[in-house]
């Protein structure tokens, strides 16, 4: 059973940094792309970043240059540092694991609010 927790959210003024945490299991961790998606109030989910298996990754061009995304295979764990956070990046973040067979699995969610 795939099981993915995030963690890490929080509120925090305009400038400042959050570090997100994803905590993988039931997959082969080394095999998956994993992303970080999110979702604002009445907005789709859109894709923050992404990471392939062998380490390439991308990103939403609203982010480029302030979060980093990575991840750590021995602990299973997907990363997503964000830097220089401003109110629009306000939303609830997500990760999502794709796995070789093609099986999408999502976290539960975890707020991210930047506000003065």
């Known amino acids: 059973q795939v099981q993915l927790v995030e963690s890490g959210g929080g509120l925090v003024q305009p400038g400042g940094s959050l570090r997100l945490s994803c905590v993988a299991s039931?997959?082969?961790?080394?095999?998956?792309?994993l992303g970080w998606y999110r979702q604002a109030p009445g907005k789709q989910r859109e894709l923050v970043a992404a990471i392939s298996s062998g380490g390439s990754t991308n990103y939403a061009d609203s982010v480029k240059g302030r979060f980093t995304i990575s991840r750590d295979n021995a602990e299973k764990t997907l990363y997503l540092q964000m830097n220089s956070l401003k109110p629009e990046d306000t939303a609830v973040y997500y990760c999502?694991?794709?796995?070789?067979?093609?099986?999408?699995?999502w976290g539960q969610g975890t707020q991210v609010t930047v506000s003065s």
């Open positions: 999502k694991v794709t796995t070789t067979s093609g099986y999408n699995g």
């Open positions: 039931g997959i082969i961790f080394r095999l998956t792309t």
